[in-house]
């Protein structure tokens, strides 16, 4: 007996569809607007308490526009400094605006763009990193213009509503909220607090060794050439901070690392940026070179980006200089005065650290 | 497709204007694309129902209503050029009334002329005095200067549209002068942008048609099939094929045998599926509001000649050429070799029309050829097996979308080196092209390709697929899918550096 087909009347396939599809697409805006995987709104739940990564600049840039407005410190930087939680700074009132493989070229528009946001900015810290100050690195112009075009776009925050895009990653962070897991290099908090997923000694190492030898193949040796105009840069950074106040620390790599810039001939040129921070600056915090913290793999996740809880010893640091809670030997204000003790200091610390390496046997003959 | 030749070889879609000329305030500069989310979710809702509240009480109100909401549709995307198009409608109206009012006075002729001077002229100037300029100035030595004036999007439709008008109207085969009627005959939004070329004759009576301002559920119900289709042939079949075309097209130094072909059938099955999507949307979004537009694509891939081709591609604009050229040049009613001149000049006229460049009028020249050739072929009793005729037509079809998609001929014989075999045969590399391996980019254009051979077409589709509930889920499907696509979220690749 043949089936009977069971048709729809126009009225009601009309109707059904609409309908049907409307309510399907609510629903995805509204888990969506629940989970808010892009920023835009700045609920928090038990179920958007784990946020991943899409694009740090157009996600911090829409924190920035349609968040709080009443933030007093701006901390700019590189991947390494999304670490630095703001909860780490007491009284300052944090917005952390680091991103991902952020080019020394884009702070001042990062800056430009904050003071336009924040009109309670009164203090900014600015993460430098060595291997940024490179032709290569810091050579192209970059800026956050497209972003800032991109989320002045009409309707920007409904349109990512309704978006399947949105809704995978949503459904990710509803996931990874849910079971309070970190299982990707940089995970975020409703605070704006990175977390990195905790490696074993052993992943560590293994990542380390990769990384060292992607710089060594991308950044260092003969791919490192100092950009004759990165002074210049620092000076209309420092400019741009006006009348605020403005700290300059250094990131710290693993010795491990250091050790590499230094066996691909590159010391000089670590020497040479420290005395160009000071220059312009007249004082900044290095935390780069062989120390407590940097001697301990287990303190990165890959030899170059630290886990959280060293980021709240720098910020400690920089807050607190004298304080006890940090490694006595993490961190050290330089300025002019005594930059040449400071780099000869590490200069000797970097011999000793290196005693044994490959690099090091390679550089001593 | 005549607006935007330039910008599918760039982008791929018809819009691309629309980033390249930064918006003059936030909510203008944009155009308002069918699959936009301002589009769906704003623009047409509150259209369609303000059309039919209006069209209860009121059908020549609600027709102003249609009428100021397609001039809105075209000056989202740049209100400066809104008095050209309304100017181009009011001068265009005036001469076709005043033409067809007169049928006795002898200067009827003066004035179609001054008409089609006045069309010719405005097109002229925004699309084809730069390119006419230039290659002056090349051939010549002269010194003339570029205007470089951003193109008004569907010029080429409205003029031709108009030109159609006018001529009929001195042929005295318009009878209706109603401006409401004939202005939403030009700019009725679905039509508006992309086509289809619609006939004043077939238009302008729907919008008098009382009925037209009645919700139709019939209506409704084959628009949101057909619209659904559009959108999923443009969103998630040609947007993809879209990525692999430029790719192709944006590093032609490196391709070789294997990239050269991906890339040709990926910007083939986008033209396609891009073009006939937006075509499908509009025939859709136009039953919404119980107008009926033509088709203008029939399953084009099938066809087994190159005259079959044009019978299914771009069907309104042959309609338009063979109706208003072809035949006034005397058709095929002038003997054999004038036949075959007429031919080639509508295909020379057909090229130019669809962008001011070289690459378009050679498209054009190859398409005239290839017309000829398969017109003496079969009269001289010429027969080729089907798989044969398909494949001849198809690759024909193919190698002329190689030449219309480059900027210039040096870059299509780049392209067509490559797919030759002159750049090597090289599997490997096939990645850094496209960022997809070799086997996802064959399993899509298999997908691509067997979808415009064997599947039934959208009009097809629409026509006689039965309102059952698999066909309501798979148009809510395909509408949910699309309509989530419309915002895309890109990721930051280089993430901890």
Redesign the interface.
């Known amino acids: 007996m043949a089936r009977k087909?069971?048709?729809?009347?126009?009225?009601?396939?009309?109707r059904?569809?609409?309908a049907?599809?409307l309510v399907?697409?609510a629903i995805?805006a509204g888990f969506n607007y629940w989970i808010d995987p892009?920023w835009h709104y700045g609920h928090a739940n038990a179920y958007n308490s784990v946020q991943k990564?899409?694009?740090?600049?157009?996600q911090k840039i829409a924190m920035l526009h349609y968040g709080r407005h009443d933030y007093d410190t701006l901390l700019i930087g590189?991947?390494r400094s999304t670490y630095i939680h703001p909860s780490a700074f007491e009284d300052w009132d944090v917005f952390n605006f680091s991103v991902?493989?952020m080019s020394i070229r884009e702070v001042h528009s990062i800056m430009l763009y904050s003071q336009s946001q924040l009109p309670g900015l009164k203090r900014y810290l600015m993460g430098a990193d060595f291997f940024k100050s490179s032709e290569k690195e810091a050579g192209a112009p970059r800026s956050l213009a497209n972003y800032e075009k991109k989320i002045?776009?009409?309707?920007y925050r409904?349109?990512?509503l309704?978006?399947?895009?949105?809704?995978d990653?949503s459904i990710q962070n509803f996931l990874n909220s849910a079971t309070d897991t970190i299982d990707e290099?940089?995970m975020y908090n409703r605070k704006g607090e990175a977390f990195a997923k905790k490696l074993t000694k052993q992943e560590v190492d293994e990542s380390t060794s990769l990384k060292i030898e992607r710089f060594e193949e991308e950044f260092y040796g003969s791919n490192y050439t100092y950009y004759k105009d990165y002074p210049m840069i620092l000076e209309k950074i420092k400019e741009a901070a006006q009348p605020g106040e403005l700290t300059v620390y250094t990131t710290p790599i693993s010795t491990a690392l250091f050790a590499s810039l230094v066996s691909t001939g590159l010391y000089e040129d670590y020497e040479r940026w420290i005395r160009d921070l000071v220059s312009v600056y007249g004082g900044v915090w290095n935390f780069m070179y062989p120390n407590t913290i940097t001697n301990d793999i287990t303190n990165y996740q890959?030899g170059?980006?630290f886990y959280p809880e060293i980021g709240t010893l720098i910020a400690k640091r920089i807050q607190h200089p004298d304080t006890a809670e940090v490694p006595a030997d993490f961190g050290v204000f330089v300025t002019a005065d005594n930059v040449d003790e400071h780099l000869q200091h590490v200069h000797e610390l970097m011999w000793e650290a290196m005693i044994g390496t490959d690099g090091g046997m390679k550089e001593a003959e | 497709m005549a607006d935007f030749g330039n910008r599918y070889r760039t982008k791929a879609c018809l819009w691309y204007t629309s980033t390249q000329h930064p918006p003059t305030n936030k909510f203008a500069g944009y155009l308002m694309i069918f699959n936009s989310f301002e589009f769906i979710f704003l623009f047409l809702p509150i259209v369609w129902a303000g059309f039919f509240l209006i069209g209860k009480a009121a059908p020549p109100f609600a027709k102003t209503w249609l009428l100021l909401a397609s001039l809105f549709f075209y000056a989202y995307w740049n209100p400066a050029y809104l008095p050209l198009i309304v100017g181009s409608m009011i001068v265009n109206y005036i001469i076709g009334v005043f033409l067809g009012r007169n049928k006795w006075l002898p200067t009827r002729k003066l004035i179609l002329t001054v008409g089609i001077l006045f069309n010719v002229a405005l097109l002229g100037y925004f699309k084809y005095r730069d390119f006419f300029a230039e290659n002056m100035n090349l051939l010549f030595g002269t010194d003339i200067e570029l205007i470089q004036v951003l193109l008004p999007l569907a010029i080429s439709f409205y003029t031709f549209q108009q030109i159609a008008y006018l001529v009929d109207s001195y042929r005295l085969e318009t009878n209706e002068y109603n401006f409401l009627n004939y202005g939403l005959f030009v700019s009725f939004f679905p039509q508006l942008i992309a086509g289809p070329i619609v006939h004043h004759g077939d238009m302008m009576p729907q919008f008098s048609d009382r009925k037209t301002y009645r919700v139709n559920y019939e209506n409704i119900a084959k628009g949101l099939v057909i619209f659904a289709v559009g959108l999923f042939k443009k969103v998630a079949i040609a947007d993809t094929f879209a990525a692999y075309a430029n790719s192709g097209y944006g590093s032609v130094d490196t391709l070789t045998m294997i990239s050269g072909w991906v890339t040709s059938l990926s910007y083939t099955l986008q033209l396609y599926f891009d073009f006939s999507g937006y075509s499908d949307m509009a025939i859709g979004l136009a039953l919404f509001f119980n107008i009926r537009l033509p088709i203008n694509f029939n399953s084009p891939y099938k066809a087994l000649d190159i005259q079959d081709f044009w019978r299914r591609w771009h069907i309104t604009l042959s309609g338009f050429l063979t109706k208003y050229i072809y035949i006034p040049l005397g058709g095929s009613r002038k003997g054999v070799p004038r036949t075959y001149v007429n031919i080639f000049i509508i295909f020379l006229i057909s090229g130019f029309w669809h962008g001011a460049g070289w690459t378009f009028v050679i498209w054009g020249i190859l398409h005239g050829l290839a017309s000829v050739i398969a017109r003496i072929w079969k009269r001289s009793g010429g027969r080729l097996p089907k798989l044969w005729a398909w494949a001849v037509t198809f690759l024909f079809v193919h190698f002329a979308f190689v030449i219309f998609r480059a900027p210039d001929m040096t870059v299509a014989m780049q392209v067509f080196k490559a797919m030759f075999g002159f750049e090597g045969l090289h599997l490997t590399g096939v990645f850094s092209v496209f960022n997809v391996s070799l086997g996802t980019l064959a399993f899509y254009l298999a997908i691509g390709l067997g979808i415009a051979l064997f599947a039934k077409n959208s009009v097809q589709i629409m026509e006689t697929e039965k309102r059952t509930p698999l066909l309501t889920v798979f148009v809510i499907m395909l509408l949910y899918y699309s309509a989530m696509q419309l915002q895309r979220v890109s990721e930051f690749l280089y993430f901890n550096f």
Do not use: G, W, Y
């Not at chain 1, 087909?5 to 009309?14: G, M, Q, R, T, W």
């Not at chain 1, 002045?152 to 309707?155: D, M, S, T």
């Not at chain 1, 309704?162 to 809704?167: F, G, I, T, V």
């Open positions: 087909v069971i048709l729809l009347s126009d009225k009601k396939f009309s059904v569809t609409v049907v599809f399907m697409a995805t892009l990564v899409t694009n740090e600049r157009e590189s991947s991902a493989n002045a776009q009409p309707f409904t349109k990512n309704l978006s399947l895009d949105s809704l990653i290099e940089r890959d170059h980006h």
